[in-house]
């Protein structure tokens, strides 16, 4: 299972007990704010994109969205999603529970700006019933490699 990847991951960093089961769904944004008892926009929902011959993950805060400039100027193409049956073959996650941990091969990490604002967000931890607790900063050296963008916009 993914989340067993991304465990045996956040073991290794000695963060393993950040992470966060649930008995119910976590998969959208609405579901982990509930799950996990915060605001949306605390969740760091993980975006997935077809860039050239890779897959680029995007995360970002609950409450942001692609804004489409931002992104054809930062990638140099259009902003296209991964379909939902692209997601555990290319990324190795699950849709619901993609993360930035335990990646496949030729998946690059973008960790967008609106996740600065917050002391403490939530991504995924590889199943639709999870997630794990870390800063921005603990998210950086979780996700490494990685590399901080900006290409959302809070709505």
């Known amino acids: ?3 067993d990847k991304v465990r045996a991951h956040l073991r290794a960093l000695g963060m393993e007990e950040r992470v966060l089961e649930f008995e119910t769904s976590s998969a959208t944004v609405e579901l982990a704010a509930q ?3 915060c605001e949306p926009a605390r969740i760091a929902k993980t ?3 077809h860039v050239g011959d890779r897959v680029a993950l995007v995360v970002a805060a609950g409450d942001a969205r692609i804004d489409n400039p931002k992104y054809k100027a930062r990638f140099g193409c259009k902003a296209k999603m991964l379909a939902a049956d692209e997601a555990e073959p290319l990324v190795g996650h699950g849709v619901g529970g993609v993360c930035p941990f335990a990646l ?4 690059d ?7 600065r604002r917050f002391d403490v967000v939530y ?3 590889g199943s639709a019933a999870s997630a794990v607790r870390l800063t921005p900063d603990e998210l950086e050296r979780c ?3 990685c590399t901080w963008v900006d ?3 809070v709505v």
Do not use: Q, T, Y
């Not at 496949?104 to 998946?107: L, S």
């Not at 990490?109 to 996740?115: Q, T």
């Open 1 to 3: 299972m993914a989340i």
């Open 35 to 37: 799950a996990v008892g």
């Open 47 to 49: 975006l997935s994109f």
């Open 104 to 107: 496949n091969d030729g998946v």
């Open 109 to 115: 990490v973008f960790l967008d700006e609106s996740l």
């Open 123 to 125: 991504p995924a931890a």
């Open 143 to 145: 996700a490494e490699p």
């Open 151 to 153: 290409v959302c916009k």
